[in-house]
T-cell receptor, first 117, second 111 residues
Framework: GAVVSQHPSRVICKSGTSVKIECRSLDFQATTMFWYRQFPKQSLMLMATSNEGSKATYEQGVEKDKFLINHASLTLSTLTVTSAHPEDSSFYIC?????????????FGQGTRLTVV | QKEVEQNSGPLSVPEGAIASLNCTYSDRGSQSFFWYRQYSGKSPELIMSIYSNGDKEDGRFTAQLNKASQYVSLLIRDSQPSDSATYLCAVPPSNDYKLSFGAGTTVTVRA
């Protein structure tokens, strides 16, 4: 399958600081990427859809000013958690579907475990 | 009605048995159906894709699709302890890249 790489895999930050998470498609161009959050023993929750060259689309209840998404190239999307608080501690995962074919397979990055202290 | 629903878990099976996972979906226009496996603390991994009615086999995994009934299932034959994980059914709506996930079914294979 295609490869999606996410970095860092684990980060600990102080409350009030910002954290940037990178998601790269290594062997295909991803015009669209998705960002999810997952709390322990819960299912994936879609946060936003990242579109190359345009603004991200956020799901209801997700603060766009807190979770900044940039998709500046066809292989890279970044999620920045601004002014992080302990309640933002979670597992953040990106995914990228194969392009040009709605309904195509999507591949996930390794995930980022964020702990805010 | 949720877009994708999975049979409630957790599911516990003895080693060597068949684990059966079920999923229903609401969008009749959906054409692609996926099963992902997620180990605890890890991200989901695609294990099966199915696009046509009928069965698709890959090793010990068999996916079954019935579009008329809006039903897709996953069978794990000869279950192994390494199969213990949460299995997610995912269905993209017609003409959309966005995946709708079921809540997942946690499978435990007892040695």
């Amino acid at each position: 399958g295609a490869v999606v790489s996410q970095h860092p895999s684990r980060v600990i930050c102080k409350s009030g600081t910002s954290v940037k998470i990178e998601c790269r498609s290594l062997d295909f161009q991803a015009t669209t990427m998705f960002w999810y959050r997952q709390f322990p023993k819960q299912s994936l929750m879609l946060m936003a859809t990242s579109n190359e060259g345009s603004k991200a689309t956020y799901e209801q209840g997700v603060e766009k000013d807190k979770f900044l998404i940039n998709h500046a190239s066809l292989t890279l999307s970044t999620l920045t958690v601004t002014s992080a608080h302990p309640e933002d501690s979670s597992f953040y995962i990106c995914s990228a579907p194969l392009p040009f074919n709605p309904g195509a397979e999507a591949f996930f990055g390794q995930g980022t475990r964020l702990t805010v202290v | 009605q949720k877009e994708v629903e999975q049979n409630s878990g957790p599911l516990s099976v003895p080693e060597g048995a068949i684990a059966s996972l079920n999923c229903t979906y609401s969008d009749r226009g959906s054409q692609s159906f996926f099963w992902y496996r997620q180990y605890s603390g890890k991200s989901p991994e695609l294990i099966m894709s199915i696009y046509s009615n009928g069965d698709k086999e890959d090793g010990r995994f068999t996916a079954q699709l019935n579009k008329a009934s809006q039903y897709v299932s996953l069978l794990i034959r000869d279950s192994q302890p390494s199969d213990s994980a949460t299995y997610l059914c995912a269905v993209p709506p017609s003409n959309d890249y966005k995946l709708s996930f079921g809540a997942g079914t946690t499978v435990t294979v007892r040695a």
